[in-house]
């Protein structure tokens, strides 16, 4: 097959690929939200400091296949299908703006995966800063370092929000100032546990694709370093960029500086 056939085809399967991950954030969000099994006002949404367990299961969930498809199709494709679905969403927010008809549709489609400021309008949503970080990460970095940034992307700040909102009682904002945020250190744990035991994993897992098929005797030691670059990416307030831009941006820097020597 010609090379620009070729492309064209993995563009192509990628396009569907992200749709399908788009149709399982549709998925998720359909499922009834309240205690009863009943569906959420049109209005409703969840606010920061709220636990919003299905917003994180779906945000686990879609990183998880963006990581998985990350491993079939090629860098380019990834990346700029991603992109292209940023756009989309950003095209999106923009025509809620202008048409209370289309306002309407998309609160009643995402409604339980949608935070307040979301559903108000005041802020993009969530899932474009996670299209353009997972794009943007697999446009700039070497392979390897882009996925585990993916990867840390999916695990890593779900986890952070969930356990801090459940436990987080020590601010970092006390030992860092303001590049800590609202961030707790028990939040940042969780995002290090976590990450660490996502990255040894996929290591071991996909051995081949991280060693050139060979198993590493670094594995655990990359693992680790990984676990403190995710915690490291979560936690820094980066100008006030949502973390779903800034988490896989500053875990591929911190990769590629502390591990990238092992991983290119």
């Known amino acids: 097959m010609p090379e620009a056939q070729a492309d064209g085809v993995s563009f192509a399967a990628c396009a569907a690929c992200v749709a399908a991950i788009v149709l399982f954030q549709f998925l998720v969000s359909a499922r009834p939200s309240s205690p009863h099994g009943a569906a959420a006002a049109p209005t409703a949404g969840a606010q920061r400091q709220d636990l919003h367990v299905q917003r994180k299961l779906q945000h686990a969930g879609t990183g998880g296949l963006i990581y998985a498809a990350s491993s079939v199709f090629s860098r380019s494709a990834g990346a700029g299908v991603l992109l292209a679905f940023a756009l989309v969403f950003l095209g999106v927010h923009e025509l809620r703006k202008r048409s209370d008809r289309v306002d309407a549709a998309y609160v009643a489609t995402f409604r339980s995966i949608l935070r307040q ?148």
Do not use: M
């Not at 081949?208 to 990416?233: D, Q, V």
């Open 117 to 264: 400021d979301e559903v108000n309008r005041t802020v993009l949503p969530g899932a474009f800063y996670f299209l353009l970080g997972s794009g943007t990460a697999l446009a700039l970095f070497p392979p390897r370092i882009a996925r585990l940034a993916v990867l840390h992307l999916a695990v890593g700040d779900p986890t952070a929000a969930f356990v801090g909102t459940l436990y987080g009682r020590h601010k970092l904002s006390a030992l860092i100032g303001d590049l800590g945020g609202s961030k707790s250190l028990e939040g940042s744990a969780g995002c290090f546990a976590i990450a660490a035991v996502a990255t040894f994993t996929a290591l071991t897992l996909e051995s081949a694709f991280y060693f050139s098929g060979e198993a590493h005797t670094a594995t655990t030691a990359i693992a680790l370093a990984g676990g403190l670059c995710a915690a490291a990416a979560e936690l820094l307030d980066v100008a006030g960029w949502d973390d779903n831009l800034s988490l896989p941006l500053l875990s591929g820097v911190f990769l590629q500086l502390s591990v990238g020597r092992w991983l290119l």
